[in-house]
């Protein structure tokens, strides 16, 4: 079994910046794939950035260069760094990681950009 917990949301000004957290409780290495998702009202969830075990990252094009994912396998948990952010960013962000057993999804953390 995995348990996900995101932290770091909140209000944040445009232009200004978040690091979002997501803590694994299990074994992050029996991960095989972990990404960021969000979802706004009105809209499906759609993706924000991955990263497999070795590391290996996949943004879609509209987030790059403002979105980095990483992974703390010691610290059992990956971040998500946004920059630049904008008032269409607005939404809640979600952590997802799939085993070779389950798919397992965060409860997700609230982020505001917002003036």
């Known amino acids: 079994q995995v348990q996900l917990v995101e932290s770091g949301g909140g209000l944040v000004q445009p232009g200004g910046s978040l690091r979002l957290s997501c803590v694994v409780s299990g074994n992050i290495r029996s991960i095989n794939f972990m990404g960021w998702y969000r979802q706004a009202p009105g809209n499906q969830r759609e993706l924000v950035a991955d990263i497999s075990t070795g590391g290996r990252t996949n943004y879609p094009d509209s987030m790059k260069g403002r979105v980095t994912i990483s992974r703390d396998n010691a610290k059992n948990t990956v971040y998500l760094q946004m920059n630049s952010l904008k008032p269409e960013d607005t939404a809640v962000y979600y952590c997802?990681?799939?085993?070779?057993?389950?798919?397992?999804w965060g409860q997700g953390t609230q982020v505001t950009v917002s003036s």
């Open positions: 997802r990681g799939i085993t070779g057993f389950g798919d397992y």
